[in-house]
C-alpha cells in the first residue's frame, strides 16, 4: 500500500523565492505575478523560473531569451538561490496619452 505523499510548503522550502515573489507582487501586482507562477508551473517557458536549495519551481525561459545565461550559470554554480520572472510590458506614452 503506498504513503501519502507529504505536503510541501513553499513557503518554508524555499523562503527567499517567496520573499522575492512578494516583492515582485509589491512591485507589479499580485494578478500580474500570480499569473506568471500559475502559467509557468503549468508549463509555459519564459515567465517564472526559481531555483533554491536544490528545490525547483516554474519553466525555465527558453535558451534563446536574454536571461537563458544567467539560469544556465546559476545551475552550473549551484547558486543558493535565483529567482526569475517577465517583466511586466509598460505602454508607451506619447504626447501624454498611453
Known amino acids: 500500500m503506498g504513503q501519502a505523499a507529504k505536503k510541501v510548503n513553499l513557503r518554508e522550502d524555499m523562503p527567499e523565492t517567496a520573499a522575492w515573489v512578494d516583492q515582485r507582487r509589491k512591485e507589479w501586482g499580485v494578478p500580474y505575478v500570480n499569473d506568471c507562477i500559475r502559467r509557468a508551473i503549468a508549463g509555459e517557458?519564459?515567465?517564472?523560473?526559481?531555483?533554491?536549495r536544490g528545490h525547483v519551481l516554474g519553466t525555465p525561459f527558453p535558451a534563446t531569451h536574454p536571461v537563458a545565461e544567467?539560469?544556465?550559470?546559476?545551475?552550473l554554480k549551484g547558486s543558493t538561490f535565483a529567482g526569475?520572472?517577465?517583466e511586466p510590458k509598460v505602454e508607451k506614452v506619447e504626447d501624454g496619452k498611453a
Open 45 to 52: 517557458p519564459g515567465l517564472f523560473y526559481a531555483l533554491e
Open 70 to 75: 544567467l539560469q544556465h550559470q546559476a545551475v
Open 84 to 86: 526569475f520572472m517577465a
